[in-house]
C-alpha cells in the first residue's frame, strides 16, 4: 500500500491547452454556439414571417448588418467544421458488420460526404428556385 | 548499430523524503534501435539503481510500463529512441496517483475493472453434458476487438474527462464490459448496466477520442463506449416506452 | 450508482447531430447569401410563408429546428463543463431552457403562420 500518494492537478479550465489533441476537440465542441445562434437565427425568420411582411423586411434589413454578415460566415466554416468531425467518427459509433467482416470505415465516411453534398445541392437548389 | 546519447529527464518521487515530484536528468549512452525501456533500464543497472519503474515483457502485451513520455501516454517498450530528439521526458502515467518514481497507484482501475464484472456470465446454467458454447466466426467479430485489451492504462492517461471526473468508469472498463455484452455466449448484460449505463459510466465520455488514438492495441475503446451509448439509450426508450416488455 | 436519465438528451443530441451535419451548412450559405443582399428565393416573404404554411413544411421546419436546438444545448452543456463549469444541473436546466425556450416559439410561429 502507499504510504504517501502524490497527486498530480489537472487544471479543470485549462486542460484543453496542454495538447493540440484537446484543442481540436474544444473546437468541434464549440461549434454547437454558432449552431445554436444560426438556429435561432432561423427561429427569428420565422417570427418575422409570423409576424407579416412588414416585420420580415426589417428581419432582412437586420440580417443585412456588418456583424450579420461576419456571423454567418464565421458560421459556415464552423457548421461545415462540426459536419465533418461528425461524418469521420461515424463508422466507430456504428460499425456495419456485413457477414464475417466489418464494412471498411472509409467507405461509411464516403458516403456521408456523398449524401452530404447530395443533401445540400437539394436544400440550395430548393432555396434560391 | 547507430549510437547516440540521450538526456533522460525522468520525475522522481520518493514517499519517505520528498513532499514534491522533481525532474532527475541521466545522461544515457543509447543505441538508436533501443526503445525507452532500455534507456530506463541502463540508467537502473548502471547509473542510479534506486530508480523505481514497472515493466515485464518487453513486447507490448503485458501492459505493465505505461508511462507519459515527452507527455504522451505510451507503452516505454513501444517508444523508439529513434522517434524523439536527444532530450527526452518520462512522467508517471497521468491521472493516477504516484507511488514511487514511475510507479503509480492503479487501485481506483482495478477497482473500476472489477465492477463491469469481465468475465462470461451465461444466459442459463449448462450442465457439461450440453457440450462446448459453439460460436461462428461472425459472433466472434462482434467481440473480438475488444479483448485486445492489454490493461495499459494508457486510455485512462489520455481520457480528459477521467482527469477531471475521476469517479469516471473510463475507457478500457467500459470497452471490456462491452466485449462481455457481444458475445453470444453472455447473458450478463443487465448485471453490467448498473454500473455501465450509470452517470459515472458511459455517461461521462464526451467521446473525445483520445483513449483510441494512444491504445497500443488498436482496442478502439471510443467505439466501443458510443456503442455502449446507443445500446443503452434503445434500453432506455424501451423501458420508458414499453414497460411491459420483458427484457 | 444509479441509472442515469442522460440517454434521452443525447439520442437528441445525436439525432441533431447528423441532421446539423447534412442540412445546416447549406441553410447558413443561403442565409449568409440573405445578409449580403442576394436574398434566395425561398426567404422571401412569399415564399417563406408559403413554405411555413404548408402542414408538410411545418413538420420539416419544426424537425430540423427541434433537434438542432437540443443538439446544441446538450453539446454546450458538455462543453461547459470541459471549461470548468461544475454547475452541471444548473447548467442542465439553463441550457435545456434555452432549448425549450427556442422549442416553444417555433411552435407558436408556425401556429400563426
Known amino acids: 500500500m502507499s504510504c504517501k500518494p502524490y497527486i498530480r492537478e489537472t487544471s479543470k479550465t485549462t486542460w484543453y491547452l496542454e495538447h493540440p489533441r484537446y484543442k481540436r476537440y474544444m473546437a468541434r465542441e464549440v461549434t454547437c454556439i454558432f449552431i445554436l445562434i444560426f438556429t435561432f437565427e432561423l427561429v427569428c425568420a420565422l417570427g418575422a414571417v409570423a409576424n407579416g411582411p412588414e416585420a420580415y423586411a426589417a428581419f432582412l434589413a437586420k440580417l443585412h448588418s456588418p456583424l450579420s454578415i461576419l456571423f454567418n460566415l464565421v458560421a459556415l466554416v464552423v457548421t461545415v467544421y462540426h459536419s465533418v468531425t461528425w461524418f469521420n467518427v461515424t463508422p466507430q459509433a456504428m460499425p456495419v458488420q456485413i457477414g464475417e467482416e466489418f464494412v471498411p470505415g472509409q467507405y461509411i465516411v464516403g458516403a456521408h460526404y456523398g449524401i452530404w453534398a447530395v443533401v445540400s445541392l437539394v436544400v440550395l437548389i430548393l432555396g434560391v428556385w | ?30 543505441l538508436n534501435e533501443w526503445v525507452v525501456l532500455d534507456a530506463l533500464n541502463y540508467v537502473k543497472e548502471n547509473l542510479d539503481t534506486t530508480l523505481s519503474y514497472r515493466w515485464s515483457c518487453h513486447m507490448a502485451v503485458c501492459g505493465s510500463c505505461g508511462m507519459m513520455i515527452n507527455g504522451e501516454p505510451k507503452l516505454a517498450c513501444k517508444a523508439f529512441i529513434h522517434e524523439y530528439s536527444d532530450k527526452i521526458r518520462v512522467e508517471p502515467l497521468a491521472h493516477f496517483p504516484i507511488e514511487r518514481d514511475l510507479v503509480t497507484v492503479i487501485e481506483d482501475f482495478i477497482g473500476k475493472l472489477s465492477s463491469v464484472k469481465p468475465y462470461l456470465i451465461p444466459k442459463d446454467d449448462q ?58 455466449r453472455d447473458g450478463g448484460r443487465d448485471a453490467r448496466q448498473e454500473v455501465v449505463a450509470s452517470n459515472e459510466g458511459v455517461w461521462e465520455c464526451s467521446f473525445v477520442g483520445a483513449c483510441s488514438e494512444v491504445c497500443p492495441k488498436h482496442v478502439d475503446p471510443a467505439g466501443a463506449l458510443q456503442q455502449v451509448k446507443v445500446a443503452s439509450t434503445i434500453d432506455w426508450y424501451k423501458e420508458h416506452l414499453m414497460p411491459w416488455v420483458k427484457k | ?62 424537425g430540423v429546428i427541434l433537434v438542432s436546438l437540443w443538439h446544441a444545448a446538450h453539446r454546450l452543456r458538455v462543453t461547459l463543463h470541459d471549461f470548468g463549469v461544475r454547475a452541471d444541473t444548473v447548467v442542465a436546466y439553463a441550457v435545456y431552457g434555452i432549448a425549450g425556450l427556442g422549442t416553444l416559439m417555433t411552435l407558436v410561429y408556425l401556429l400563426r403562420i
Open chain 2, 127 to 184: 450442465p457439461i453434458s450440453a457440450g462446448e458454447f459453439k460460436q461462428t466466426p461472425a459472433e466472434l467479430i462482434k467481440f473480438k476487438q475488444y479483448t485486445l485489451c492489454i490493461n495499459c492504462m494508457l486510455c485512462y492517461a489520455a481520457c480528459p474527462q477521467y482527469g477531471l471526473v475521476p469517479e469516471f468508469v473510463g475507457p478500457a472498463a467500459i470497452a471490456l464490459a462491452h466485449r462481455y455484452n457481444q458475445d453470444s
Open chain 3, 1 to 62: 450508482m444509479a441509472k442515469s436519465n442522460k440517454p434521452i438528451f443525447w439520442s437528441l443530441f445525436a439525432a441533431g447531430g447528423t441532421v446539423t451535419a447534412f442540412v445546416t451548412p447549406a441553410l447558413v450559405l443561403l442565409l449568409l447569401f440573405a445578409s449580403l443582399g442576394l436574398v434566395p428565393s425561398l426567404f422571401t416573404y412569399e415564399h417563406l410563408h408559403d413554405f411555413a404554411h404548408n402542414w408538410l413544411g411545418k413538420l420539416i421546419i419544426f
Open chain 2, 1 to 30: 548499430m547507430s549510437e547516440r546519447q540521450i538526456e533522460l529527464e525522468v520525475l522522481r518521487y520518493d514517499p519517505e523524503k520528498d513532499s514534491a515530484p522533481r525532474f532527475q536528468t541521466y545522461s544515457v549512452p543509447c
